[in-house]
């Protein structure tokens, strides 16, 4: 489960992929399988979370590693590229790797 406080530990990688509105819930399905069948096996992998626009025309990736290197040797291995590959195929992707700078929450909360 993702945990969201100020710092750049653990570092975040927002991934933002533009796709088909026939094509979403297989990019979806993509990436949920790359995360539970290998990705998140990876030594420092922390958390992520999958979201689809309500419009059809993007799915966004929220995820924790422990630092860029752990992210980057995840990209390199053989067992996550088939996933990543395919939806290639049908999105384009924009990665970005973040710190956070602050955290806000409800009143209500």
């Not at 530990?9 to 026939?22: E, Q, S």
């Not at 958390?47 to 422990?66: I, P």
């Not at 700078?101 to 009143?107: K, L, R």
Request: hydrophobic share 40%; glycine share 4%.
């Amino acid at each position: 489960m993702p945990s969201i406080s100020k710092g750049n530990r653990p570092m975040t990688v927002i991934n933002v992929f533009t796709v088909a509105p026939d094509r979403q819930m297989r990019l979806v399905d993509l990436l949920t399988r790359a995360t539970e069948s290998s990705v998140r096996h990876v030594p420092g992998f922390v958390a992520a979370a999958l979201h689809r626009s309500l419009d059809g025309t993007k799915v966004t990736m929220y995820a924790q590693w422990r630092s860029l290197e752990d992210y980057e040797q995840m990209r390199s291995r053989p067992d996550t590229s088939p996933f990543l590959a395919e939806a290639m195929t049908i999105a384009t992707f924009e990665p970005g790797l973040y710190e956070v700078v602050e955290v806000f929450a409800s009143d209500e909360a």
